[in-house]
């Protein structure tokens, strides 16, 4: 935008981009606040205020006034699965965001009408029963109701899965279908599947079931991938860690993203782990992969990090915190063999551990690794969720050099650990403030996108109120963090985890021009709109990536979404409700409003005066 005052007079030097007249939090203790930074090549060439980016300002440089408005680094989400996402994305229909199971379902009803024969509805993560007035799961009657021809596939966090009449039939369950190992089919009188499946406490039958929907091909692998990362940039996201997961084969599946980074349409930058994908046969993939590729090959937009967050699938504690924590068990023995091989071969991993049990017998490994001198050999290594782990590991993960990164899950799953295991373990879920204090990298991520939403504010409100997105507090004040060190947290933090911390998750000189100039001021808005913040433009090596409002059309333009009965190219992806309070406000009266209405409705039918399943009364004017 054209900016007066400032007067083109740089030539050989000029920069490419310089964005101005902000509120700049740098990250960089040296420098900890400015005003205005230059770009040249991608990479930051000043920063300061607008009288020392004026001499770099050339015919060409492209001057964005900032509006007084807050910028920070660019954010990065340090487990995030986002080559899965990536390829599924206009796929699914998004409740992220949603703030009544009345609306969900209304959506649903749209989509299905317009999805073709063959095709699937799927809701698959990012959203949680306790963010709806309702407070309650869809009913396989609301789902046969909304869709009666078109299969639906609602998935409900690691705990379940709704079906509709015809999602069982498409997915090939019937009477005879065994339940598969850690899991249940949900059966009526008749011994009828009826709709439910549930994590018993593996979601591999969520998965597994999932997995039998249509996929995306070819172009339109790369165009859900594209859509994917810019509602990823509309946050601010500009850097990612992918932690692999469930059928997310090497190099198949990475295709997509191999191919984008070629052709540098990549607009945010990926570092990636490899999973081995079956039981059994952990060691020969790894094997394998190892004579393929080397962490750190790629470059500063794709690149190897290591293995992981499986590195055998016997050690993996899955968690649904509605069951019992699961008893494994032996596994020590091909564990071992797998972690040797990495630390023999330079590898680092990233490990899936939710419960204090499993990590003390991975620790066990890794101690007697490190008594023959393996282990961690200069290979970078961490710990993922560790909700229940103890200080006493803690010291131990301390003393062999790990990291830790933590995600948002107990923001959508907190209700159902309370129950299980009490105040007291949830007030330390996990133990945030305990790992600084040991001087442990700690880096913040969301687990998106079948558990936790990909809008990262929801993580960092997480993270500094302790709340659930049903507004419970579970984290008291002891255990929660400032501002300042979420941020840093889900920007140098992860940055440490990649070894890129000399160059990325901090605005200085040399630094990787990634940045977000952000809808409202992440450091002084109230507690409860932290959330709402999105980005209004967002940098990623010095190319804008996302810009709304004042700076909307700066963006590179994408290809349209397709297919076209996409779910995506009706309803976006996160629905927010606005990052401005009166927004907030309007939307949680709604979903009151709704909620009102349906208890008025049931009150009615229980007292004979309407007919149960009919619709609750409600002014059209207002129908969801």
Same mark, same amino acid.
């Given at each position: 935008?054209?900016?007066?005052?400032?007067v083109?007079?740089?030539?050989d030097?000029?920069?490419e981009?310089?964005?101005?007249?902000?509120k700049?939090?740098?990250g960089?203790?040296?420098?900890?606040?400015?005003?205005a930074l230059?770009?040249?090549?991608?990479v930051i060439?000043?920063?300061?205020?607008?009288?020392?980016?004026a001499?770099?300002?050339?015919?060409?440089?492209?001057?964005?006034d900032?509006?007084?408005?807050?910028?920070?680094?660019?954010?990065n989400?340090?487990?995030?699965h986002?080559?899965?996402?990536?390829?599924?994305y206009?796929?699914e229909?998004r409740?992220?965001?949603?703030?009544t199971?009345?609306?969900?379902?209304?959506?649903?009803?749209?989509?299905?009408a317009?999805?073709?024969?063959?095709q699937w509805?799927?809701v698959?993560?990012?959203?949680?029963?306790?963010?709806?007035a309702?407070?309650?799961?869809?009913?396989?009657a609301?789902?046969?109701?909304?869709a009666?021809?078109?299969p639906?596939?609602?998935l409900?966090?690691?705990q379940?899965?709704?079906?509709?009449?015809a999602a069982?039939?498409?997915?090939?369950?019937g009477?005879?279908?065994?339940?598969p190992r850690g899991?249940?089919?949900?059966?009526?009188? @008749?011994?009828?599947? *009826?709709?439910?499946? =549930? &994590?018993?406490p !593996?979601? $591999?039958? +969520?998965?597994s079931t999932?997995?039998k929907?249509p996929?995306?091909?070819?172009?339109?692998?790369?165009v859900?991938?594209?859509h994917?990362?810019r509602?990823?940039?509309?946050f601010?996201?500009?850097?990612a860690?992918d932690a692999?997961g469930?059928?997310?084969n090497?190099? @198949?599946n990475?295709? *997509?993203?191999?191919? =984008? &980074?070629k052709? !540098?349409? $990549?607009? +945010?930058?990926?570092?990636?782990?490899?999973?081995p994908?079956t039981?059994?046969?952990?060691?020969?993939?790894?094997t394998r992969?190892?004579d393929?590729?080397?962490?750190?090959?790629?470059?500063?937009?794709l690149?190897l990090?290591g293995?992981?967050?499986n590195?055998?699938?016997?050690a993996?504690?899955?968690?649904?915190?509605?069951?019992?924590?699961?008893e $494994?068990?032996e596994?020590?023995?091909?564990?071992?063999?797998?972690?040797?091989?990495?630390?023999?071969?330079?590898?680092?991993f990233?490990l899936?551990?939710?419960?204090?049990?499993?990590i003390?017998?991975?620790?066990?490994?890794?101690?007697?690794?490190a008594?023959?001198?393996?282990?961690?050999?200069?290979?970078?290594w961490?710990?993922?969720?560790?909700e229940?782990?103890s200080?006493e590991?803690?010291?131990?993960?301390?003393?062999?050099?790990?990291?830790?990164?933590?995600q948002?899950?107990l923001?959508?799953?907190?209700?159902a650990?309370?129950?299980?295991y009490?105040?007291?373990?949830?007030?330390?879920?996990?133990?945030?403030?305990a790992?600084?204090e040991?001087g442990?990298t700690?880096?913040?991520?969301?687990?998106?996108?079948?558990?936790?939403?990909?809008?990262p504010?929801?993580?960092?409100?997480?993270?500094?109120?302790?709340?659930?997105?049903?507004?419970l507090?579970?984290r008291?004040?002891?255990?929660r963090?400032d501002?300042?060190?979420?941020?840093?947290m889900f920007?140098?933090?992860?940055?440490e985890?990649?070894g890129?911390?000399?160059i990325?998750?901090v605005l200085?000189?040399?630094?990787?021009?990634?940045l977000?100039?952000?809808?409202a001021?992440?450091f002084?808005?109230?507690e409860?709109?932290?959330a709402?913040?999105?980005?209004?433009?967002?940098?990623?090596?010095?190319r804008?990536?996302?810009a709304?409002g004042?700076?909307?059309?700066?963006?590179e333009?994408?290809?349209?979404?397709?297919?076209?009965?996409?779910?995506?190219?009706?309803?976006?992806?996160?629905q927010?409700?606005?990052?401005d309070?009166?927004?907030?406000?309007?939307?949680?009266?709604?979903g009151e409003?709704?909620?009102?209405s349906?208890?008025?409705r049931?009150?009615r039918?229980?007292r004979?005066l309407m007919?149960?399943?009919?619709?609750?009364?409600?002014d059209?004017?207002?129908?969801?």
């Open positions: 935008m054209p900016v007066g005052g400032l083109p007079q740089a030539t030097d000029a920069a981009l310089v964005v101005r007249n902000a700049i939090h740098t960089d203790p040296n420098r900890p606040q400015a005003e230059a770009v040249k090549s991608g060439t000043v920063v300061g205020d607008d009288k020392d980016v001499p770099y300002v050339g015919a060409a440089t492209k001057v964005v900032a509006l007084g408005r807050r910028m920070v680094p660019g954010l989400d340090a487990h995030l986002v080559i899965r996402g990536g390829l599924n206009v796929l229909l409740w992220d965001g949603v703030p199971l009345r609306q969900g379902l209304a959506m649903l009803r749209e989509q299905a317009r999805t073709p024969k063959g509805v799927r698959v993560g990012g959203w949680s029963a306790e963010q709806f309702e407070r309650r799961l869809p009913t396989v609301e789902l046969n109701a909304a009666p021809d078109t639906v596939f609602v409900h966090l690691y379940s899965a709704v079906l509709n009449r069982v039939q498409a997915a090939g369950f009477k005879d279908t065994p339940d899991g249940q089919i949900v059966r009526g009188r @008749d011994g009828e599947p *009826t709709g439910m499946l =549930l &994590a018993a !593996g979601a $591999l039958i +969520l998965y999932l997995a929907a996929v995306l091909e070819g172009e339109d692998q790369k859900s991938t594209r994917f990362l509602e990823l940039n509309r601010g996201l500009t850097s860690i692999a469930g059928f997310q090497f190099p @198949d990475y295709s *997509t993203v191999i191919d =984008l &980074a052709a !540098g349409q $990549l607009s +945010l930058r990926i570092a990636y782990h490899l999973f994908q039981a059994g046969q952990e060691i020969a993939d790894l992969w190892i393929m590729v080397r962490p750190e090959d790629g470059d500063a937009w690149r990090n293995a992981g967050e590195l055998t699938w016997a993996a504690d899955f968690e649904n915190f509605n069951q019992p924590r699961p $494994l068990g596994y020590e023995g091909e564990f071992e063999k797998a972690v040797r091989l990495l630390m023999e071969s330079g590898w680092g990233r899936h551990a939710t419960y204090d049990e499993t003390r017998r991975d620790l066990t490994v890794f101690e007697k690794l008594s023959e001198g393996l282990f961690p050999a200069g290979n970078r961490l710990f993922d969720h560790a229940t782990v200080p590991s803690l010291d131990r993960i301390a003393a062999l050099g790990g990291a830790v990164s933590v948002n899950r923001s959508f799953q907190g209700e650990f309370l129950r299980r009490g105040p007291g373990r949830a007030a330390d879920a996990p133990p945030i403030r790992m600084l040991r442990l700690v880096a913040a991520g969301t687990d998106a996108t079948r558990v936790s939403t990909y809008n504010w929801v993580a960092l409100h997480w993270l500094v109120s302790g709340r659930t997105v049903g507004d507090v579970l008291p004040a002891g255990n963090v501002r300042q060190t979420a941020l840093r920007t140098r933090a992860g940055a985890l990649t890129e911390e000399e990325k998750g200085r000189p040399g630094c990787y021009a990634d977000a100039v952000l809808s001021d992440y002084t808005v109230p409860p709109e932290i709402h913040i999105e980005s209004l433009l967002t940098v990623t090596g010095g804008i990536v996302y709304a004042e700076y909307e059309g700066l963006d333009e994408l290809p349209p979404v397709s297919p076209h009965w996409s779910p995506v190219a009706h309803f976006g992806g996160y927010a409700s606005g990052p309070v009166a927004g907030v406000l309007q939307a949680e009266s709604l409003a709704v909620a009102e349906e208890r008025h049931e009150w039918v229980r004979g007919p149960d399943g009919a619709a609750t009364s409600f059209p004017c207002f129908a969801l």
